[in-house]
């Protein structure tokens, strides 16, 4: 493991919705675009490098329920970077 760096939040776009992820995990209503925001640890490697360790699996939702409840991240990210 690299030498920690900081902890940041992590907000993308899964591309895929509802019916197949259920509903938000905040709210409880159906979502057409599900986003997920993940902790994730920023860490960096001995040849300097820098790479990121998700802390958790992260809480699914709209977008906006997401930022209510966590704040704005760090990162914003489209589906399927990670």
Do not use: W
């Not at 019916?19 to 860490?43: A, D, I, T, W």
Request: hydrophobic share 30%; aromatic share 8%; with cysteine.
């Amino acid at each position: 493991m690299g030498k920690y760096i900081d902890t940041i939040r992590v907000l993308r776009s899964t591309g895929m919705g509802s019916s197949f992820y259920g509903p938000c995990e905040l709210c409880r209503k159906n979502v057409s675009e599900m986003f997920v925001m993940q902790s994730k640890m920023l860490l960096m490697r001995n040849d300097g490098v820098m790479y990121e360790s998700p802390v958790g699996g992260g809480t699914y939702g709209h977008r906006e329920c997401l930022i209510g409840k966590f704040g704005d991240p760090e990162i914003e990210r489209a589906g399927g970077d990670g």
